[in-house]
């Protein structure tokens, strides 16, 4: 069985990796179809670097806004410990983007003291 910080390691890049192929393919569509109304004798090359640098530059976006909505959700106290005993966190339901905080928390739980 998969050790908790493992699993929620795997759940946080898992939702990280769907996110930047989703991003990537609706960006990379776009510049294709306008690099073809521009050009349409150019290679295929720039694409494809166009998309691996979109996807490369989607999920450190992404990863770096999860890290800034989980250090301002933790400076307003919107994470708690559930319990003096359980290390488990709350986010307050008024918590400013909270599926980032979640995602923060998911890549990164031995940092946030899980």
């Not at 929620?8 to 510049?31: D, E, H, P, Y």
Request: include cysteine.
């Amino acid at each position: 069985m998969l050790k908790l910080h493992t699993a929620m390691r795997i759940r946080g890049t898992a939702k990280v990796i769907c996110v930047a192929i989703i991003a990537n393919q609706v960006l990379t569509a776009i510049f294709a179809y306008a690099v073809s109304q521009l050009d349409p004798n150019t290679p295929t090359l720039v694409t494809t670097i166009f998309s691996f640098v979109t996807c490369a530059l989607v999920s450190m976006w992404l990863q770096a806004d999860a890290r800034r909505a989980y250090l301002r959700a933790r400076e307003q106290g919107c994470i708690t410990p559930v319990s003096k005993t359980n290390p488990a966190l709350k986010i307050a339901p008024d918590c400013p983007k909270p599926w980032l905080v979640i995602l923060h928390i998911e890549m990164n739980p031995a940092a946030v003291g899980l």
